[in-house]
């Protein structure tokens, strides 16, 4: 427990966090970083970005609320405290993808609204889900959701839209590649704990299996969705010639897929592979078998 508690103490966070890869950001981004003119401008791609944005922001109110909840539910004062250092994390993720709401154009007095009918069905789902959880004091399956199976599966959409962007959208990148970090350690943190709590109490596995099951139906859902509501690799290349610009044949290559080529469907396949080859590979070192989801 010793070596668990110094690799996820605040004095840890701090010396990681807000005094090493924050230094100097705001918004998570470099002051001089901006949204490209064309995003902006393209009411097409502007769409693209308020929708995925919205994701974003549901997703991290729905972590903000959960790791706030479960402090008090744990069973030791290290997780306590390593879920009061997360849960500031996502109060900032929160913070930063509303801030791209409003840089986007979306105005204050609309935020709410453009969230509420933005905000993916599937993803709204799993958050009532985990949240019951929270509410009845369920550690082991609110960390479950939250730690291993919310932000283990979003860590590789974070990954690959922080590589679509290195060249395209640098602020977003940057905003992205903070975020990552987070997720990192909130993930190492779930793995950890969640590990040793069901080599301590084995009668919760199929508990959790059957909610790994269930809430990962919600998770693959919403990525799918979201990337098939993205314009096809021809309606970007078209909407690039309409403003002077000619598409690049060179894109970022995310685990094999040359990202400003691939059809949204191949992007899912090849989201959808990533995530549940690396999801399962966390849930073995936790010591639980993937369960396969099914439509509800």
């Not at 539910?73 to 409003?102: M, N």
């Not at 986007?104 to 007095?109: D, R, T």
Request: net charge negative; hydrophobic share 40%.
């Amino acid at each position: 427990m010793s070596d668990f508690l110094n690799a996820y103490n605040i004095q840890h966070w701090l010396e990681s966090c807000p005094q090493g890869y924050l230094m100097d950001t705001e918004y998570g981004h470099g002051a001089s970083e901006s949204e490209p003119d064309l995003l902006l401008d393209d009411p097409t791609l502007r769409e693209q970005a308020v929708r995925l944005t919205v994701q974003l922001v549901a997703g991290e109110r729905c972590a903000l609320a959960a790791s706030s909840g479960l402090i008090n539910a744990a069973p030791d004062e290290g997780s306590k405290r390593f879920l009061a250092t997360q849960t500031l994390d996502e109060a900032r993720h929160v913070e930063i993808f509303t801030q791209r709401l409003l840089d986007l154009g979306i105005k204050k007095a609309e935020l709410e609204s453009v969230i509420a009918d933005l905000a993916n069905p599937n993803l709204v789902k799993f958050a009532e889900l985990l949240l019951e959880k929270v509410d009845k004091k369920d550690f082991v399956a609110g960390v479950v959701g939250q730690n291993v199976i919310l932000e283990g599966m979003a860590f590789n959409v974070f990954e690959m839209l922080q590589a679509a962007n290195l060249t395209a959208n640098p602020r977003f990148a940057h905003v992205l590649s903070g975020t990552i970090a987070d997720e990192r350690r909130h993930v190492g943190f779930g793995e950890n704990r969640i590990g040793s709590l069901i080599r301590e109490h084995p009668e919760r596995k199929a508990d959790v299996e059957r909610l790994q099951r269930e809430m990962s139906y919600y998770m693959l859902a919403t990525f799918g969705q979201q990337l098939r509501q993205g314009p096809s690799p021809e309606e970007v290349g078209q909407i690039l010639r309409e403003h002077g610009q000619e598409p690049s044949e060179d894109s970022a290559n995310w685990q094999g897929v040359q990202l400003g080529q691939a059809t949204p469907e191949e992007l899912e396949d090849a989201l959808a592979d990533t995530i549940l080859g690396e999801f399962k590979i966390r849930l073995e070192r936790i010591g639980i078998a993937y369960q396969t989801p099914v439509q509800p």
